[in-house]
């Protein structure tokens, strides 16, 4: 969680998100030294965030919510080369993956989300 090694990314990325979170951290810890400084918060940046706080969530709460599995699953198709093997070993093995991998983001959610919030957290289907 923000700068610790995530279980679910790649080591050779690990580097490279954690510095990230620590730039962001970094900023708002010195904010009064540089008052006119700027911190952009690329897209980029955001997503490895979002990413770590769903995770950081379900760990916690030991709770899986449908917006972030739909999340999870997102980033599994969109940067599969961030993510470790077994992450994505259940994804990648669909006949499913190439066609949804072109959806756009507001497509892919559209699809999936509702599907997904019909599954109650145990995989049992809400009617």
């Known amino acids: 969680m923000l700068g610790d090694p995530a279980p679910y990314i790649r080591p050779e990325f690990e580097k490279r998100v ?10 708002f810890k010195h904010g009064a030294k540089d008052p006119l400084a700027v911190h952009y ?3 980029e940046l955001n997503r490895y965030m979002i990413l770590d706080a769903c995770q950081a969530f379900m760990l916690l709460a030991q709770e899986q919510r449908p917006l ?4 999870n699953l997102y980033i599994a198709f969109q940067q599969p080369e961030l993510l470790k093997e077994e992450f994505l070993a259940t994804v990648q093995d669909q006949p499913f993956f190439s066609a949804t991998k072109q959806l756009s983001k507001r497509a892919f959610f559209a699809e999936w989300l509702p599907d997904i ?6 995989g049992v289907k809400q009617v």
């Open 117 to 122: 919030s019909r599954y109650s957290v145990t």
């Open 68 to 71: 972030m599995n739909v999340f």
């Open 18 to 27: 954690a510095d990230m979170f620590v730039e962001a951290a970094n900023f």
């Open 41 to 43: 918060f690329g897209p």
